[in-house]
């Protein structure tokens, strides 16, 4: 039995890692969070080309769509190609038929130059109509020169900042009180105490938490409003939905659904416009319902994914020529 529902909002998506999964592991185990940035998404995000962010972001928006995921929050670096990468990625998902919402993040880890050109990228993107946040990787790879610029940015642009925090134990999170507004987004939280003092919304990315060891963040212990992410980790908010409750339980045996469930929904303040897509699914979603999968989506009144093919581009060619792209990262990482 089918029913319908609004389109889901990934309000955490990193889409330059959609061809990770081709690649060669890194050298050796990753020995904590840190580890696992620098062995693994540090050197991947540096080797991007235009080319893989165009087919990366393609993949990504054709499994959003697959998953019933019509808009995506999107954080993007690609030190060695800043200057249109935010363009590559709206274009690619135009393409596919899913919204997003980019945003650079900016970073200090390349120096002042590379901290000066992802706040460029960030500007050049918005002040030319495109929808975004402004981005920053995170504050303890950030001088407060960039937070300031940053944050101030965003100010002058009216719009928020979206920012990892408190991922790890090693985040500076504590710099950003002063700055965040209610506009910001603030992806994983792990590490922040009840009652940290920032402003925005936590985003909660409970397999990529799992996945790098950094612990569960307890999210239905904060005032702010949370929202669902996968941090890369696809679109499939159904089965994120599904861990993230399984997570809450195993911390409070005594939660409701509808925690979680709030927390989905939460992506349509983000982007309203999901709402009123329509999404039809093999049968009633829920988290304890499994392998419900998107039949049909329409986006803005556009059919963009029909019994499960989406309409717009060919999927099996969109993942072969992925995968062919991800050869050649390979060769260059």
């Not at 274009?91 to 997003?100: I, L, N, P, S, T």
Request: aromatic content about 6%; proline content about 5%; glycine content about 10%.
């Amino acid at each position: 039995m089918t029913a319908q529902g609004p389109g889901l909002v990934c309000a955490h998506h990193h889409l330059y890692s959609s061809l990770a999964r081709w690649l060669p592991g890194p050298a050796r185990t990753p020995l904590g969070f840190l580890e696992v940035l620098e062995l693994l998404w540090w050197r991947l995000d540096v080797a991007l080309t235009p080319a893989d962010i165009a087919w990366s972001a393609r993949l990504g928006a054709v499994e959003a769509l697959e998953a019933g995921c019509t808009a995506i929050v999107d954080h993007h670096e690609s030190p060695a190609a800043i200057d249109g990468s935010l363009d590559v990625i709206a274009e690619a998902c135009a393409e596919v038929g899913v919204r997003v919402v980019c945003a650079y993040g900016v970073t200090d880890r390349h120096g002042a130059g590379g901290a000066k050109a992802g706040l460029a990228e960030n500007e050049r993107f918005l002040r030319a109509g495109g929808r975004g946040l402004v981005g920053v990787h995170a504050s303890f790879t950030c001088s407060d020169d960039t937070l300031e610029a940053a944050a101030g940015l965003a100010t002058d642009l009216d719009v928020g900042v979206h920012v990892h925090v408190a991922e790890g134990e090693g985040d500076t999170w504590p710099r950003l009180a002063r700055l965040a507004d209610e506009r910001w987004l603030l992806a994983h939280g792990v590490h922040l105490p009840d009652h940290h003092g920032l402003a925005g919304t936590i985003v909660h990315n409970p397999r990529s938490n799992m996945n790098n060891g950094v612990g569960y963040a307890r999210p239905a212990r904060f005032a702010n409003p949370v929202a669902l992410g996968t941090d890369g980790i696809g679109a499939d908010l159904l089965e994120e939905a599904r861990l993230a409750f399984a997570r809450l339980r195993e911390h409070d045996a005594t939660a409701p659904p509808t925690v979680t469930w709030a927390w989905l929904e939460q992506g349509w303040a983000l982007v309203p416009e999901a709402q009123a897509d329509i999404v039809t699914w093999s049968d009633e979603p829920g988290v304890f319902a499994t392998g419900v999968r998107a039949v049909d989506v329409v986006v803005a009144g556009e059919v963009v994914l029909s019994e499960g093919r989406t309409t717009r581009v060919d999927a099996d060619e969109v993942r072969a020529r992925a995968a062919e792209q991800a050869a050649s990262l390979a060769g260059r990482w």
